[in-house]
T-cell receptor, first 111, second 115 residues
Framework: RKEVEQDPGPFNVPEGATVAFNCTYS??????FFWYRQDCRKEPKLLMS???SGNEDGRFTAQLNRASQYISLLIRDSKLSDSATYLC????????????FGKGTKLSVKP | NAGVTQTPKFRILKIGQSMTLQCTQD?????MYWYRQDPGMGLKLIYY?????ITDKGEVPNGYNVSRSTTEDFPLRLELAAPSQTSVYFC????WGTGGEDTQYFGPGTRLTVL
């Protein structure tokens, strides 16, 4: 089982759609979880951290299920500017500084 | 603050050549990292450093070397370039305190092609 697995994508959606990204991780010792956004030919940037209680930032909602080792990201009312690749990222568990990145899911929002 | 800066932005190397990828951060972060990203793949950790004078291997360290003589700088050295090292290289930094790690900030990347 790969350490961090994401939907392969790509997702092509119209403006205003709701999009859900799914991610599973294999290391039960992982402590921290994140969603990063990466625009084409650019560096990754933190979108939001993910907490067990779930967290929301405007149109974005992240959820964590530790028992299922599952992370999700929901984007509501998608905008053209949301087009990017979304990376699921977890800590490796035990080793400080080791982030494990998923391959990412590409999102294209069309007019 | 400039954040994390990397030079060069692009480079083409011949097999067997060597080069150093430069990375500097001005945020007084204690942790610094080097990743590589191959097309369609996730980022892989090459080396990281928890502070000046301390470095450790990541997932894919072979063919690379690093040093951390100052808090600000974390250069990555390729001694004998191989086509398998064609990739985009990202440097990142973060602050780890008693509360754990803050966000990792990434540099703009160096696109390296080895022919």
């Amino acid at each position: 089982r790969k350490e961090v697995e994401q939907d392969p994508g790509p997702f092509n959606v119209p403006e205003g759609a709701t999009v859900a990204f799914n991610c599973t991780y294999s290391n039960s010792a992982s402590q921290s979880f994140f969603w990063y956004r990466q625009d084409c030919r650019k560096e990754p940037k933190l979108l939001m951290s993910v907490y067990s209680s779930g967290n929301e930032d405007g149109r974005f909602t992240a959820q964590l299920n530790r028992a299922s080792q599952y992370i999700s990201l929901l984007i509501r009312d998608s905008k053209l500017s949301d087009s990017a690749t979304y990376l699921c990222v977890v800590t490796s568990g035990g080793s400080q500084g080791n982030l494990i990145f998923g391959k990412g899911t590409k999102l294209s929002v069309k007019p | 603050n400039a954040g994390v800066t990397q030079t060069p932005k692009f480079r083409i190397l011949k097999i067997g050549q060597s080069m150093t990828l430069q990375c500097t951060q001005d945020m007084n972060h204690n942790y610094m990292y080097w990743y590589r990203q191959d097309p369609g793949m996730g980022l892989k950790l090459i080396y990281y450093s928890v502070g000046a004078g301390i470095t450790d291997k990541g997932e894919v360290p072979n063919g690379y070397n690093v040093s951390r003589s100052t808090t600000e700088d974390f250069p990555l050295r390729l001694e004998l370039a191989a086509p398998s090292q064609t990739s985009v290289y990202f440097c990142a930094s973060s602050y780890w305190g008693t509360g754990g790690e803050d966000t990792q900030y990434f540099g703009p990347g160096t696109r390296l092609t080895v022919l």
